[in-house]
C-alpha cells in the first residue's frame, strides 16, 4: 500500500465515500433496466448473500462474461488443490453462465460498488488469501483497500488495449499507484506487458491468453438433436455475438445469398439477448421469416433468419454451423473471441474492428485461420465463398486449429507463476487444506 496517495485517488476515495447513499437510486434504476439481479441486490453493497466456507479462499474477479469464461479451466485446476473459490462479476449475464457452466461450489456474487463502506464489508466478510483479477478490471477503491489488508493480488490474463493505454498514460499517477498494489501481474502478450510495465506495474510476465485454452461450450444434446433435426438438408450460418449496427448487413448478406443458396439458413444470436425482439422486428419489416427462440420456436421450411436471444446456448449453433461470424468486428466494438467457435470446427469470419482481440486474430489472418472482411460488399464475398466451398472451410479450419495450439499453454504457465501464492496458503492452513 502506497504511504501517499495522488491527488485523483485522494479525491476519489472521498466522492466515492460521500456518493454511498446515491447507491439505492443507482440500483433501482439499474433493477428497471434488467441490470440487477432483485434477490441479490445488498451484494453491490457488499452484503453477502451466503456463508464463507471455512479454509482457504482464492477471489477470483472478471467484470463480465469473456472475463469469467477465460477463468473456467484456472478454476477448476484450483478446485483441485482442494481451495474454495469465490468468483465475482458486475453483470447479470455473467451470474447466468456462472449457474450453468461452474459446479456448485464456486460461490458467485456480485462485484460491490466500489465506496470503502461496501468494499470492507465485502472484505470483511470473505477474508481471501489470494485475490486473482481477470484482464484490466480495475477499481480504485478495492485494490487499495485490499492492499492495505495485504491480501496478495494477481493480474492474470492481463490486457491492456490500444485504447485503453494512452487513456492510462494521461493519469499515470493515478494507474501507477494503482498497479504497483499488485504483486505480479500475468500478460497476455509482450506488447500488453509492455504497457502495464510501462504504467508502472513492477512485475511483469508473459503467461499468453487463457481463452486459447477454454474448451469449446457445452450443449444440451436433446437440444441439439431438435436442431438438428430442424435443419436437415439445410445450409446454416451463424452470426455469433452480433452488436447494433450488424443485423442489419447480416439480412442484407442473407437476402443476396439466399437468392443463389435457396436452403441458407442464417442464425443470429446476439451479444446482448434481449435485444432479440427488434431485431426480429426489423427483420421482419425486410421481408424475412424469422422465427424466435426465447419464445421456445424452431426453425421451420420456411424459416429465413432464426434469431437465438436466449443465454447460454451459443455452444448448440457452433456445432450446427460450419462458418461463423464473430461479431462486434462489422461496427467499432473490437470484436469477440473466436477461440470457442474454432474448437467446434467452424470456419470464422470477421470484420476489421478485432482490437480487443488483436494478437489472436492477427496470427488466425496470417495463418489463413480466419478470413477478414473490410466492408459489408466483402463480408457478402467472402461468406459466399466458405458456404459452398468445403475444401476452403476445411482448409480455414485446420489453419485455425494449428494456430491456436501453437498460442495455447497459458494455463499451465498461469498456475506455474501462482505456486508461490498456492503454497502460502498451504502453509497458512497447515498444508492440509489446500
Not at 481471501?128 to 490474463?157: C, H, K, Q, T, Y
Amino acid at each position: 500500500m502506497p504511504s501517499a496517495l495522488p491527488a485523483t485517488l485522494a479525491a476519489y476515495r472521498r466522492l466515492s465515500a460521500l456518493a454511498a447513499p446515491l447507491a439505492a437510486p443507482l440500483i433501482a434504476r439499474r433493477l428497471k433496466q434488467g441490470k440487477e439481479d432483485p434477490e441479490r441486490l445488498g451484494e453491490r453493497r457488499g452484503v453477502a448473500s451466503v456463508e464463507r466456507p471455512p479454509g482457504p479462499l482464492i477471489w477470483i474477479h472478471g467484470a463480465s462474461v469473456g472475463e469469467v469464461l477465460a477463468a473456467a479451466g484456472l478454476i477448476e485446476r484450483l478446485r483441485a488443490l482442494n481451495v474454495r473459490i469465490l468468483l465475482t462479476s458486475g453483470t447479470v449475464t455473467s451470474a447466468a453462465i456462472v449457474a450453468r457452466r461452474f459446479p456448485p461450489d464456486v460461490i458467485h456474487q456480485y462485484i460491490p460498488f466500489d465506496s470503502p463502506r461496501f468494499v470492507s464489508a465485502f472484505l470483511d466478510h470473505w477474508k481471501p488469501g489470494l485475490a486473482l483479477f481477470i484482464e484490466s478490471d480495475i477499481w480504485p477503491n478495492l485494490i487499495l483497500s485490499s492492499a492495505e489488508r495485504r491480501i496478495p493480488m494477481v493480474i492474470i490474463n492481463g490486457r491492456m488495449s490500444p485504447r485503453s493505454f494512452p487513456r492510462w498514460q494521461k493519469l499515470r499517477g493515478t494507474i501507477s499507484t494503482l498497479l504497483e498494489c499488485f504483486d505480479l501481474c500475468l500478460a497476455q502478450s509482450d506488447r500488453d506487458g509492455e504497457r502495464f510495465a510501462a504504467l508502472g506495474c513492477p512485475n511483469v510476465v508473459t503467461s499468453g491468453n487463457l481463452k486459447l485454452d477454454v474448451e469449446g461450450p457445452p450443449a444440451d444434446v436433446k437440444k441439439l438433436e431438435r436442431l438438428r433435426e430442424a435443419t436437415q438438408r439445410r445450409l446454416v450460418f451463424l452470426a455469433a455475438s452480433t452488436h447494433p449496427g450488424e443485423d442489419e448487413i447480416i439480412l442484407d448478406a442473407h437476402r443476396r445469398l439466399a437468392a443463389r443458396m435457396p436452403k441458407l439458413l442464417s442464425v443470429i444470436v446476439p451479444r446482448h439477448p434481449n435485444r432479440g425482439a427488434a431485431i426480429a422486428r426489423m427483420l421482419t419489416d425486410g421481408g424475412m421469416q424469422v422465427a424466435l427462440r426465447s419464445q421456445d420456436e424452431l426453425p421451420g421450411a420456411g424459416t429465413d433468419i432464426y434469431v437465438a436471444d436466449t443465454m447460454g446456448e451459443l455452444g448448440l449453433f457452433y456445432r450446427l454451423a460450419p462458418v461463423v461470424f464473430m461479431g462486434g468486428s462489422l461496427v467499432a466494438h473490437g470484436g469477440q473471441n473466436p477461440i470457442e467457435g474454432i474448437k467446434l470446427g467452424a470456419a470464422i469470419l470477421h470484420g476489421p474492428h478485432v482490437f480487443n482481440f488483436g494478437d489472436i486474430y492477427d496470427a488466425l489472418n496470417q495463418a489463413g485461420g480466419a478470413i477478414r472482411a473490410e466492408t459489408g460488399e466483402e463480408f457478402v464475398k467472402s461468406l459466399g465463398h466458405l458456404l459452398v466451398n468445403p475444401i476452403a472451410r476445411q482448409r480455414s479450419v485446420g489453419a485455425a486449429e494449428t494456430v491456436v495450439s501453437r498460442l495455447g499453454g497459458a494455463l499451465d504457465k498461469t498456475l506455474a507463476a501462482l505456486e508461490p501464492y498456492l503454497l502460502q496458503l498451504r502453509l497458512e492452513s497447515g498444508g492440509s487444506d489446500a
